[in-house]
């Protein structure tokens, strides 16, 4: 079944955002080989970026200005929220337009994340009403959700995303990929990462969040990315990258937190706020939960 037809029964104007994404996505693909090179520029976080980074925003900005069903637009690549005039519909969207783009040079996957609001994008991530990524490796792979189960999609031969897995339900696999460095952990986390180990679990850390979360998704287990010393506040963005993927995890079964709460019910402040990030399966998540209450 194609992405189109099992999009079938969606509304129209999430169907065609949808779609557009995924057509945009196979221009993105395309990109690589000549895009390797970091920019002379930087990113509001002061990341210095990749031509490809800037590419792939640029990319995908001009089509959803086009499509006239977005109205708002915020991306990690940009510094404000975006607002296209010329827009009829009322669409939010939130991207990262390039996850892990630093790992290009050595051809490990990366992916673009999206998330779907009606209305306002500075909104908790459980008003979206859609969440997507695409996966750019050895298979470019689109799994999205509209609140109706979570289903993967293949870009087949012919150019087309074909379904590959339908409804899929995280497991129970005893794989974490941890970010930041041991000796910088909290102290409920160090605990948690101590159970962990203690109950066999086995590190699977590419550095690729998008990535990473799709192996956890798909495998069971727990990704986090926490507060830890000098950085309480964590490191990913709660807009761009924890809401849309906690989203997707948390349709097919799973659960996402900041360690103490569950990251959809946090009201963004700021497109650029960042927070400590867990996703994964629901013992995992009430599992850290517990030990910071406990510290």
Same mark, same amino acid.
């Given at each position: 079944?194609?992405?189109?037809?099992?999009?079938?029964?969606? &509304?129209?104007?999430?169907?065609?955002? %949808?779609?557009?994404?995924?057509?945009?996505?196979?221009?993105?693909?395309?990109?690589?080989?000549?895009?390797?090179?970091?920019?002379?520029?930087?990113?509001? =976080?002061?990341?210095?970026?990749?031509?490809?980074?800037? #590419?792939?925003?640029?990319?995908?900005?001009?089509?959803?200005? +086009?499509?006239?069903?977005?109205?708002?637009?915020?991306? &990690?690549?940009?510094?404000?929220?975006? /607002?296209?005039?010329?827009?009829?519909?009322?669409?939010?969207?939130?991207?990262?337009?390039?996850?892990?783009?630093?790992?290009?040079?050595?051809?490990?996957?990366?992916?673009?994340? *999206?998330?779907?609001?009606?209305?306002?994008?500075?909104?908790?991530?459980?008003?979206?009403?859609?969440?997507?990524?695409?996966?750019?490796?050895?298979?470019?792979?689109?799994? =999205?959700?509209?609140?109706?189960? %979570?289903?993967?999609?293949?870009?087949?031969? +012919?150019?087309?995303? *074909?379904?590959? /897995?339908?409804?899929?339900?995280?497991?129970?696999?005893?794989?974490?990929?941890?970010?930041?460095?041991?000796?910088?952990?909290?102290?409920?986390?160090?605990? #948690?990462?101590?159970?962990?180990?203690?109950?066999? =679990?086995?590190?699977?850390?590419?550095?690729?969040?998008?990535?990473?979360?799709?192996?956890?998704?798909?495998?069971?287990?727990?990704?986090?990315?926490?507060?830890?010393?000098?950085?309480?506040?964590?490191?990913?963005?709660?807009?761009?990258?924890?809401?849309?993927?906690?989203?997707?995890?948390?349709?097919?079964?799973?659960?996402?937190?900041?360690?103490?709460?569950?990251?959809?019910?946090?009201?963004?402040?700021?497109?650029?706020?960042?927070?400590?990030?867990?996703?994964?399966?629901?013992?995992?998540? &009430?599992?850290?939960?517990?030990?910071?209450? /406990?510290?």
């Amino acid at each position: 079944m194609r992405l189109e037809e099992h999009l079938a029964g969606c &509304e129209s104007d999430l169907k065609e955002l %949808v779609l557009r994404i995924g057509e945009v996505s196979k221009t993105i693909s395309k990109g690589f080989a000549s895009r390797q090179s970091h920019s002379d520029t930087h990113n509001v =976080y002061g990341e210095q970026q990749m031509a490809l980074d800037k #590419w792939a925003d640029e990319v995908l900005i001009a089509d959803l200005r +086009d499509s006239g069903i977005v109205r708002h637009l915020a991306s &990690e690549e940009q510094p404000d929220i975006i /607002e296209f005039e010329n827009a009829t519909g009322n669409l939010g969207v939130v991207l990262d337009p390039l996850d892990g783009s630093s790992l290009i040079g050595v051809n490990l996957a990366v992916g673009t994340i *999206v998330g779907i609001y009606r209305g306002n994008v500075l909104a908790p991530g459980r008003e979206m009403v859609s969440a997507m990524y695409v996966l750019y490796g050895p298979l470019t792979t689109l799994t =999205y959700t509209v609140k109706k189960g %979570v289903h993967e999609f293949v870009l087949d031969d +012919d150019g087309q995303f *074909v379904l590959q /897995e339908e409804n899929i339900r995280i497991s129970d696999g005893k794989i974490y990929a941890p970010g930041a460095l041991r000796k910088n952990y909290l102290e409920g986390h160090l605990k #948690w990462i101590e159970a962990l180990e203690a109950e066999g =679990y086995k590190i699977r850390f590419s550095g690729s969040f998008v990535a990473d979360v799709h192996q956890i998704l798909h495998k069971g287990g727990v990704f986090t990315y926490p507060g830890f010393v000098g950085k309480e506040q964590g490191k990913l963005r709660l807009l761009f990258e924890a809401n849309p993927m906690g989203f997707i995890v948390t349709e097919a079964g799973g659960a996402t937190s900041n360690g103490k709460v569950d990251l959809l019910s946090i009201q963004p402040n700021a497109v650029s706020q960042r927070v400590p990030i867990y996703i994964g399966g629901k013992k995992e998540i &009430e599992m850290i939960e517990k030990l910071n209450s /406990e510290v």
